[in-house]
């Protein structure tokens, strides 16, 4: 599947009433796709946030509909059915990239206000990395409790596992290979602003104490919500590291 295909837009990621399920899957026809549900209801007790499991079920959904496209059924999935979603959505278009204002920057180009880089119009290789580790994830569970295939049809590299297991974040990164069909998840580069914008972002303050408190926020590298876990997929490059 080289995205050339559409992939059938059936089914629907559907928030729940219920605090165990807070978001669930259904197919074309409406209907609660059970062994996603088992799954996505394991991740809440597990206290994973009600986003992560919203998340999770987009990537479940978008894999059934893989699936649905080839006529396979999930607990018959294998490894050519991955194979298929990684082929598709390293072709694909990604419909959230569309660009509706002319004078949009390309794709690539580094903001100067923001310093971020402009998203490319395909899946971004930690898109792929993160739908291959939820679709692992799935089947993993599933296999615990003896339903699904006998083989996860997502390949895992043993020795990149091994090498992560138990591992501080303060420690220098380990480098293993990759597992087949898991892309290259470029590193995170730190943004940066002008001297120029820095001046004019400090002159729209209206007082010292505003400037005094983003000089120190700045200064000292703070970050929202940040934690170990962040510390560890920062330092790893593992999509499914926090959460």
Not at 18 to 26: E, G
């Amino acid at each position: 599947m080289d995205g050339r295909g559409r992939l059938p837009s059936v089914g629907a990621v559907v928030k729940g009433v219920r605090p165990s399920l807070p978001w669930f899957v259904v197919d074309a026809a409406g209907r609660e796709i059970e062994p996603v549900s088992r799954y996505l209801r394991d991740l809440a007790l597990g206290d994973a946030s009600a986003l992560s499991g919203r998340s999770y079920g987009y990537d479940l959904l978008r894999w059934f509909r893989v699936l649905w496209a080839v006529d396979v059924g999930w607990e018959q999935a294998t490894e050519a059915e991955t194979t298929a979603m990684v082929g598709w959505l390293r072709t694909a278009p990604n419909p959230q990239r569309r660009r509706s204002l002319p004078e949009s920057m390309p794709a690539g180009v580094v903001n100067p206000k923001t310093g971020k880089s402009t998203l490319r119009d395909g899946y971004a290789p930690r898109t792929i990395a993160h739908a291959l580790t939820v679709v692992h994830g799935f089947y993993a569970f599933h296999q615990h409790y003896g339903r699904g295939p006998l083989i996860n049809p997502v390949p895992e590299s043993r020795d990149r596992r091994a090498r992560l297991a138990h591992r501080s974040p303060l420690e220098a990164p380990v480098h293993a290979r990759r597992a087949r069909l898991r892309p290259k998840v470029p590193d995170r580069q730190p943004r940066a602003i002008p001297d120029r914008l820095w001046d004019e972002l400090f002159a729209q303050m209206g007082c010292d104490r505003d400037r005094a408190l983003l000089a120190c926020y700045v200064s000292s590298g703070a970050a929202p919500a940040n934690c170990s876990g962040c510390a560890w997929k920062t330092s790893t490059g593992r999509p499914d590291a926090c959460g």
